[in-house]
């Protein structure tokens, strides 16, 4: 829709996402309800934050009869496609639409589409800073969607010669119809089972960044990862790679050798920069700076942005986050990571002992991977929280002499904390990355992470 003018739409789910996507439709004259399970009293901060507008609001659940008088159901990034009301939507052949599909419509500059299981908002922070870099006034380079603020509250903004790097998750891309001209998809692993059933839904989904794309538009790929490589039969415009391996000579993209990253293009290969100025921590990170580095390549971004990117760079709040040392231990916080396979990238990114807490809320994932790799490489193990019988099922009974030497179960995550200092030593890292979500005890990842950095500063 090009004209909102009194065009009837129902947002279900106000959290930031339906809020800024209300605001943004309240100004072009659309006639906006706000639907959200949670009560009037809960609700009363986000009430107050749009009495300017003339939003209307339906809380308390979600009755079916907000649907009679509706054009367009717009879906927030938390409400599955099963939910009634939406089903019922659907059988009544009303459109489903979302603030990201909004804003592809309605963006009039270029777009960096950024997704993946793992590493995205890194990867995005790294192509933002390197964006950053690159333009020149009065060009503007604009971040968000799944991370920081939802962009449809800044569209009016934008300009056509600004450039937009946007962070896109799975839940978002369900509903495009419209693809960036440049979409990277870093890696596609199990992830989100509760919410699309199966891993083949799951990739179906994050496919559809590229989906929409033409043939001047450009597609980045990890083509050491089955799951995105998969869809390079798929690629409508010009393809871009990245990995740790040299690329075939008439193939494009960055690589690793003898201690430097390296782009190849025009069958010609040119050094970026050396591994050594990359901050992060662990292999996963260097392949976030290196697909980083092939999307800055797609986007037009110089090489001197690039390194300015990456330079001084220490990483994002939450991803392997160092926190502070106690009695001679280091503790990190990646409350980020909500899959095993997520822990299992962090566990790896560490030589030291391993004091390890686990637990949230199962996602439907596998376990046995990451129960694996402990045997291995943890020496303590604390697990917590609704996904702590699943993880202590794959992990089994403790043998004597091996890893890990202690296994122990906590209900929350403040006695996890707890525990995890009595069984930490001088020289271990005590690592929080649980593997599962956050939402059987706190609000979001982040709600975890900042409560874990305030009971590990509590720490004597």
Known sequence: MNDWTNRRILILGAARQGLALGRYLDRMGARVTLNDQRSEAQMLASMEGMADTGVRWALGGHPLELLDQTDLVCLSGGVPLDLPIVVEAQRRGIPLSNDSQIFMDAVPCRVVGITGSAGKTTTTTLVARMAQAAVREPQHAWVGGNIGQPLIDLVDQMKPEDVVILELSSFQLEQMTRSPQVGAVLNITPNHLDRHGTLEAY????????????????????????????????????????GFERLAPDQTGTFERDGRIWLQANGKAVELMPVD?????????????????????????PVEAMIAGVSGFAGVAHRLEFVRMVNGAAWYNDSIATAPERTAAAVRAFSEPLVLLLGGRDKKLPWEGLAALIHERVDHVVVFGEAAPKILAALGETQP??????????????????????????????????????FDQF??????????????????
């Open 203 to 242: 990739a179906a989904a994050k496919g559809r960044i590229l989906a929409f794309q033409k043939p001047e538009d450009i597609a980045i790929l990890g083509r050491e990862d089955p799951g995105a490589w998969a869809l390079a039969g798929q690629v409508r415009g010009k393809l871009v790679s990245f």
């Open 277 to 301: 100025l990359i901050r992060l921590r662990g292999m996963h990170n260097r392949m976030n700076v290196l697909a980083a580095c092939a999307i800055a390549y797609a986007a037009g971004f």
């Open 401 to 438: 002499g091996q890893r890990p030497y202690t296994l122990e179960q906590c209900p929350g995550l403040q006695e996890a904390v707890q525990a995890a200092a009595r069984a930490a030593s001088a020289g271990d890292v005590v690592l929080l990355s649980p593997g599962g979500t956050s």
């Open 443 to 460: 609000r979001d990842f982040e709600e975890r992470g900042e409560e874990f950095r305030k009971w590990v500063n509590q720490l004597s």
